[in-house]
């Protein structure tokens, strides 16, 4: 911007703010919650009917921001994340963010970026990063329930729109969308002074502000075009293969892998494992039963094959949901707490990384009964799970437990309890989803490799599967499965594959060229749940000179570009990049 611009230093933010920012004078994050609700009418544990959505939206129009022409107005909403989770007629649902209005109810998670002012109704443990409205060094905040200041922009007890959750849960209802929130009126007060000599500048700073690191080129096919990129950092899923083509292809329970076409579906197991699958699923069919709504497309595959099997409707009416605590990267996990109608006892069902449920069990199910689980029996599951994974397979482990009564009394209210911990759990078995290639993409890594570009390939996955998966492809070939790091020899190899516990190793190698993983032509990493993975790895290559780049999600790739501190260049859909100022690029 200040290259083009005609400016030679970066903007101090700092200086502009108090012109920028408008301190609000709503009181929306002060009044009782009770006063709020009939405010907004709205129902703050149940959000909106369907019906009355459709008619705030039609009233209010679109939740979009204010003066902007068209390029701009489709920047910004490709740039914001497509979703949020709104509570519907008292279920949860995925919404596009355009179509957020006053009074939803909504749920929050890391990595979100907050799609409109919220006011939190609970949280647990929430940060959230406000540079794009502050800009200032110490931009991540916490946040609470309760109100902390005059001003909507400095309360804890809210949630603008365009910052960005880095950790934590949030549930809070929606009080400002598009032109009535703190940025809308922001740009706003940018375009009323518009006519003044320094007004372009200063929009321009704001479009960054707002948009800080959230800048893409569409697919890895333009990355493959620079010739002055050493090294650049890409996950496996949804660059390498298709999310949205993924289907479970085999099943572990009661000691055997099987086929979903030839599986066991009368086992007792069986049965357990698709009700835990189910249940802590936040996906469901619309109302036309055709459409799915849904979180990822990881629970879109498990949600449809256990459609194939299960009522869903008449599972979920016996087994009431009660709590819902979405998937964390910090905690690799996701849970929920329902009511067996039968029992009139309450059910944990768990999904996650297979390593980390199995941790948290002491029992696996056996033919429908619960056997303590021995150490041959871990060894086991752990070997089935690599199995599967050298298959090239996404595994999701699932288990339960039906909680204790003298932990959680059969009246336990879950608005205002918290499960004290995920232990003793009864293992279920593995869902193993296949990963199908995208058409061409050995092409476009071949070229990235001939300008010699090192890949690094990351992804929640594990090493197994990522290995399997690049292998297949023809790019990725004897590959080194390394614990300390050593080379062959003392010129490069060609592939190196490890698991992301092993990062603080591989990032002490002093040296890019010999006896070190850096120095492979492909370097795969799995099991890379945090931003914070890719950040030391950014630092470290920065530090020896080289140039990376980097593809990833725009919501969670944001943060990781402010906090490794490197330039980064502006990307629309349809220009050019500028490669004498690219230092760094987040592509999605």
């Known amino acids: 911007i200040n290259a083009e611009y005609g400016g030679s230093a970066p903007f ?27 405010r907004l009418s709205t129902n703050l544990k149940n959000g909106l009917s369907n019906s009355e959505r459709e008619k705030r939206l039609n009233k209010s129009g679109l939740n979009i921001l204010p003066h902007i ?3 701009e107005q489709e920047y910004w909403e490709t740039a914001l994340p497509n979703t949020t989770l709104v509570r519907i007629d008292g279920e949860l649902s995925r919404v596009l963010n355009r179509n957020l209005v006053v009074g939803d109810v909504v749920t929050l998670i890391e990595g979100d970026i907050v799609g409109a002012d919220i006011r939190i109704l609970s949280c647990s443990n929430v940060t959230v990063d406000m540079s794009p409205l502050i800009g200032y060094e110490d931009s991540i905040k916490k946040r609470g329930i309760k ?23 949030a549930n809070g209802v929606v009080v400002s969308v598009g032109a009535s929130t703190i940025m809308g009126r922001t740009l706003g ?36 075009r620079f010739n002055h990129l050493d090294f650049l950092i890409t996950p496996t899923a949804g660059v390498v293969t298709f999310l949205s083509k993924m289907v479970v292809a085999n099943i572990y329970f009661d000691g055997t892998v099987q086929k979903t076409s030839g599986s066991n579906t009368s086992s007792p197991t069986f049965q357990n494992l698709l009700r835990a699958c189910l249940l802590v699923n936040a996906s469901k069919t619309d109302s036309d039963r055709k459409t799915i709504i849904t979180t990822n497309h990881y629970e879109t595959a498990l949600y449809n094959f256990v459609l194939k099997f299960k009522n869903v409707e008449e599972i ?6 009660f709590l819902r605590v979405p998937y964390s990267r910090e905690t690799n996990v996701q849970y929920s707490i329902h009511k067996d109608t039968v029992s009139n006892r309450w059910l944990l069902a768990v999904e996650g990384l297979p390593e980390t449920v199995l941790e948290k069990c002491s029992h696996v199910m056996k033919n429908g009964e619960e056997c303590v689980m021995g150490e041959e029996e871990m060894k086991e599951c752990i070997k089935q799970m690599e199995n599967l994974c050298k298959q090239g397979e996404t595994v999701y482990a699932f288990a339960h437990q039906y909680l204790p009564d003298s932990l959680y009394p059969r009246n336990t209210s879950w608005e205002s309890t918290q499960l004290k911990s995920l232990e003793n759990l009864c293992f279920l078995g593995y869902l193993s989803m296949e990963n ?12 990235l490799q001939s300008n010699q570009t090192k890949i690094i390939f990351t992804g929640r996955e594990h090493p197994l599967a990522l290995k399997a998966i690049l292998s297949s492809v ?15 020899s003392t010129t490069a190899f060609h592939g ?47 530090k020896k000179g080289k140039t990376v780049g980097i593809i990833g999600k725009r919501a969670a790739d944001a943060l990781l570009l402010k906090k490794s501190r490197s330039g980064h260049c502006l990307q629309r859909s349809g220009t050019k990049l500028h490669e004498r100022e690219f230092r760094y690029c987040c592509c999605g």
């Open 69 to 71: 022409d068209a390029k």
């Open 12 to 38: 101090d933010y700092s200086n502009c703010l108090s012109e920028l920012v408008m301190t609000s004078v709503e009181d929306e994050h002060r009044i009782p919650l009770e006063d709020l609700a009939k």
């Open 474 to 488: 023809g790019v990725v070939s004897e590959i080194v499965n390394q614990s300390h790091f050593v080379s062959p």
């Open 147 to 169: 109100c902390t200041n005059e001003d909507q922009l400095n309360s804890e007890n809210m949630l603008l729109a365009s910052s960005y959750i880095v950790s934590g849960v």
């Open 189 to 224: 007060s940018v375009e009323s002074v518009k006519k003044t000599p320094p007004s372009k500048r200063v929009q321009l700073m704001i479009y960054e502000l707002a948009n800080q690191a959230r800048i893409w080129v569409k697919n890895p096919d333009v990355l493959s």
């Open 436 to 447: 199908p290639l995208k058409p061409d993409i050995e092409r476009t890594l071949i070229r």
């Open 316 to 321: 979920r009416e016996q087994h009431p949901l």
């Open 496 to 542: 190196v594959c490890f698991s992301g516990n092993l990062l603080p190793v591989a990032l002490e190698s002093q040296n890019l060229l010999e006896n070190s993983p850096w120095a492979a032509e492909s370097i795969i990493i799995g099991r890379v749940t945090k931003v914070e993975s890719k950040r030391q790895i950014i630092e470290y290559l920065k």
